[in-house]
């Protein structure tokens, strides 16, 4: 062996395959002014004392350690200290201070650094440091190498790995195994980052493959220093990119040990995943439920960057005592920038068994909807055709709506003779649009007749300046479908009967109208309409029959009238606006004969004169804060309707849109649930839309008094103290005999600032009886009402008074998602995974929401009254606990529909969960479950699922 120290503190000792003695006459070139060469320095003097001023940095290699790097044949360890002890004899070199030593690509840091080299041995001791080739770890213990065997130990070492965002600490006797590979020795690991972990496993031994794999066995797991678990192995896949691999399955210790003979055991999601390239992976998966039925679930996901498509298939087939199929598909193309592709399919083809095998109380009253469709946008109309199917489940099971096809075409509007506004002339800037659809409609009911419904209409119109001009033109055919009830052969065992009839109507006309502005916002507009019809059904022997022509004029008259209040407590002003809209038309009486009238359907139910005047009244109460009120972040963020994320302008703006865009969308469909008095269908109007949006609060200049300066928008300070929109009232004063009131039904619609969650709509039935025995009789028909309260909402938010956030809130239905169906677990299937499941959410410390329904009818008519109560409450008591519940309450019949209660307990690291669900069918769920955060599919479970037959 060669031992060569330079004459800086760097060393580097060369060992050669045929391991020769040291060679006790190699230079010594460390300079130590007044230390005897044969001495040997005290160590504690270079541990302890202080030197004084900082030590310089090391000098850079010279050409004779360059020359023994370059040796070839040999194995090179390089080290180097502040200090360095030889002892020649016994073959032994110490470093001191800040000793390293290198050898190959790994580098060892620690306070001082032994090598023997007769032994081919290196310990190092304190503030140990490994790094290099994935094997970082730390100690203050030692550590031992043994260079023949290329073998080492560090004793009680620190070392860590990443994991799905979290890091993982181990520690114990690691022993470095090639590139990247460790083995640990009655060790510890978890991923509790404090000093001393609130949990950790103990493994008799441990290997782990840097981002690849973490195998520990036999493991203990203990909480607070105390053993609650053991398990004969872990394994945890570290890996960061997608891989094919099984799934773990999912069940609790009842699944394991019956506890009695009326146990229901059962096993989820085991199956194994695909993943078959960068863009396209899938998983099947088996779920089995002792005693009642077992599930084959299936899935493919795909997606095209470069293609432009999306979407997944998902199917399951349950058997057992009843079998069932569920496929569902969802799929998108951009084929081109203007061409868009959307199938959405859905199909069961046994509903009465999905619902009772299902968990979910939503599901009870869902519909099964499919639809596809292909949009195309020409330079002059955008054009849609699709096609859907719609299927009712619950009180409406049996019924089924077919559209096939549905074509829809705009046209973009068009601007004939453009000219700049101050030199346009009365015929410059004619705007003109129109647009078409058609669909047909089937709609069939079991053990009931059909009826098909086939539509088309077509609108034009064009506008010069104030004055326009609009056509159009309904078609609508309704055709009976009978009932062909089946033998039980299979074959058709009705009677053949004639075609069924069918009623047509062709509506077609034309209005001119033209709007002059007035003061303020008052403005009139007169109208001229025409109208005329065509009518076809059995009663006129299948023949057309042209309808009389209606001649209509009407004026429309629409202002906003103010009135002032003072103020009272934070309010510095109160301002009451009542914008009235009044709508005449009279239309002369028309030839008909009583005949024609008779017959049901027909466009026109009399000839006599109308004479109508229509009255809408809507009324905002509005109040200003006093400039010494203090608006906090959330008060601020509730009057400009807006998160406490969005801080600019712009993303407020941002949000308002998307908000306003969503809403607009989700009315076509949540119309009969969240309005069932009907209220939507009376066109109530859209209030006063200037007073929540905060226009006209600018300050020119941004405070320099410039005004041509970019305005800046001032913080929003109007609050809506209480907002009225009422439907029509329509009076006909050419009834005789009669009221002149023809509205049946009033509506009217509440919202409030103060109350951020209130909606309340109420309906009015005024009359009861028909024709000359209609009499004046109002009574208060439907009640809906919904209201949302919390910490950070209503007045006291409003003042700085909330005591908590003011995000939304979360609606413990998604809960159901991954717990009782469990179907598609992972959320890589998921189309809208609750990610922040199952940790806290924000949304205030707590969070309630009521919704009030209530149906009546007149004792005449044997109509029987409804009321229900849903309430959603959200809790949070502290920040580690967490409590939502959902109920449903028959007010009427005394009893709950529907329970969803869930409660969440964060434990650091780990997380508790207990939920309780039962559905209007009976079926019900229990579940606890105490999972790793870090490790999900490491838990805990207790899983009960009772089915009523």
């Not at 009180?395 to 074509?407: F, H, N, S, V």
């Not at 973009?412 to 078409?436: E, Q």
Request: net charge negative.
């Amino acid at each position: 062996m060669q031992l060569a120290f330079p004459a800086d503190t760097d060393s580097v000792a060369v060992a050669g395959p045929d391991s020769l003695p040291a060679d006790s006459t190699a230079r010594d070139t460390l300079d130590l002014p007044g230390a005897d060469s044969g001495a040997v320095a005290d160590s504690a003097v270079s541990d302890t004392l202080d030197a004084g001023p900082p030590d310089p940095p090391f000098p850079q290699p010279d050409d004779i350690f360059g020359q023994l790097l370059g040796t070839l044949g040999y194995q090179v360890i390089q080290y180097r200290g502040r200090r360095v002890d030889l002892e020649v004899e016994e073959e032994r070199v110490r470093l001191a201070r800040e000793a390293q030593a290198t050898y190959d690509q790994a580098v060892i840091d620690a306070d001082t650094i032994t090598y023997l080299a007769g032994l081919q041995f290196v310990r190092a001791c304190g503030a140990i440091s490994l790094t290099g080739q994935g094997q970082d770890a730390v100690s203050d213990d030692c550590l031992n190498y043994d260079l023949s065997q290329t073998m080492g130990t560090i004793m009680d070492a620190r070392s860590s790995f990443a994991e799905r965002g979290a890091e993982w600490f181990v520690r114990g006797n690691t022993t470095p195994r090639g590139s990247g590979t460790i083995f640990v020795e009655t060790g510890n690991f978890t991923s509790c980052e404090v000093e001393q972990p609130h949990y950790y496993f103990r493994a008799g031994k441990i290997k782990v493959v840097s981002n690849d794999i973490v195998v520990a066995w036999p493991v203990t797991l203990y909480i607070q220093d105390v053993p609650v678990a053991w398990l004969p192995f872990f394994a945890q896949d570290i890996r960061e990119d997608r891989r094919s691999g099984f799934l773990p399955p999912r069940f609790g210790f009842n699944d394991v040990v019956a506890s009695s003979s009326n146990t229901r055991r059962s096993v989820t999601d085991f199956g194994y995943y695909f993943a078959l390239n960068d863009f396209m992976d899938a998983q099947a998966t088996a779920d089995w439920f002792s005693g009642r039925f077992t599930r084959l679930n299936g899935a493919v996901r795909y997606r095209s960057i470069k293609k432009f498509f999306r979407g997944n298939l998902l199917a399951s087939y349950s058997f057992g005592n009843e079998k069932t199929l569920q496929f569902q598909m969802r799929h998108r193309h951009e084929l081109t920038p203007v061409t868009d592709i959307r199938v959405n399919a859905n199909f069961i083809s046994n509903t009465t068994v999905f619902e009772r095998q299902t968990f979910d109380p939503t599901v009870q009253t869902q519909r099964i909807a499919s639809d596809v469709g292909i949009q195309h946008r020409f330079p002059f109309a955008s054009v849609n055709l699709s096609g859907s199917r719609r299927q009712d489940l619950g009180a409406q099971k049996g019924r089924t709506d077919l559209t096939l096809p549905k074509l829809q075409m705009t046209f973009s509007p068009v601007t004939l003779f453009k000219a700049p506004r101050n030199r346009s002339g009365p015929f410059n800037n004619v705007v003109v649009n129109g647009g078409f659809s058609a669909s047909r409609l089937d709609r069939t009911q079991e053990e009931r007749d059909g009826a098909r419904t086939e539509r088309a209409a077509a609108n034009s119109a064009v506008r010069i300046g104030s004055f326009g001009v609009s056509g159009n033109a309904n078609f609508n055919r309704s055709t009976r479908l009978p009932f062909t009830p089946m033998s039980d052969d299979g074959t058709d065992d009705s009677e053949p009967e004639e075609p069924p009839a069918s009623v047509t109507k062709l509506d077609y006309g034309a209005s001119a109208d033209y709007q002059v502005d007035l003061i303020g916002s008052t403005t009139l507009r007169p109208t001229i309409t025409l109208s005329a019809s065509r009518f076809q059904s059995g009663d006129t022997q299948e023949e057309f029959v042209t309808a009389p022509t209606r001649l209509r004029f009407g004026a429309a008259v629409s202002t906003d009238l103010y009135g002032f209040l003072p103020g009272v407590g934070p309010f510095e002003r109160i301002r009451h606006k009542v914008s009235p809209r009044f709508h005449y038309d009279y239309s002369p009486a028309v030839e008909a004969s009583d005949s024609l009238l008779a017959i049901p359907g027909f466009p026109i139910s009399n000839s006599k004169e109308e004479n109508r005047l229509r009255i809408t009244l809507n009324q905002t109460f509005e109040a200003k804060l006093r400039e010494e009120v203090e608006l906090d972040a959330e008060a601020q963020a509730l009057l400009e309707g807006r998160s406490l994320d969005s801080d600019t302008p712009g993303e407020e703006a941002d949000s308002l849109a998307a908000g306003t865009d969503a809403l607009a969308a989700a009315t076509d469909s949540t119309t009969a649930a969240a309005d069932p008095a009907g209220l939507a269908g009376e066109e109530l109007p859209a209030g006063d839309l200037s007073a929540r949006s905060g226009i006209g609060d600018t300050d020119t200049g941004a405070g320099t008094g410039d005004p041509d300066a970019p305005q800046r928008a001032q913080p929003r300070r109007n609050v809506v103290l209480l907002g009225i929109n009422s439907s029509p009232l329509t009076f006909d004063f050419s009834r005789e005999n009669e009221s002149a009131l023809t509205t049946d039904r009033w509506s009217h619609r509440v919202n409030s600032d103060l109350l951020r969650g209130l909606s309340l709509n109420m309906s009015l039935d005024l009359f009861e009886g028909v024709g000359e025995e209609r009499t004046f009789a109002p009574i208060l028909s439907s009640l809906t009402g919904s209201f949302t309260f919390s910490s950070a909402s209503g007045l006291g938010g409003l003042l700085g008074l909330g005591g908590g956030g003011g995000g939304g809130q979360s609606d413990p239905r998604t809960r159901l998602r991954n717990a009782a169906d469990s179907r598609y677990r992972l959320q890589s299937f998921d189309e809208n995974p609750d990610a922040q499941d199952p940790g806290m959410r924000a949304g205030g410390p707590w969070n309630l929401s009521l919704t009030y329904s209530m149906q009546r009818g007149r004792e005449s008519e044997s109509a029987r009254d409804r009321q229900s109560l849903n309430a959603v409450l959200s809790l949070n008591p502290t920040p580690n606990w967490r409590l939502a519940w959902r109920t449903t309450y028959n007010l009427t019949e005394g009893e709950f529909g529907e329970h969803l209660i869930t409660l969440d307990r964060a434990l650091h690291r780990w997380m508790a969960t207990f939920m309780f669900a039962r559905s209007p069918n009976g079926n019900f769920i229990f579940q606890m479950s105490v999972n790793l955060r870090d490790a999900p599919d490491l838990k805990f479970d207790y899983d009960q699922q009772t089915q009523d037959r």
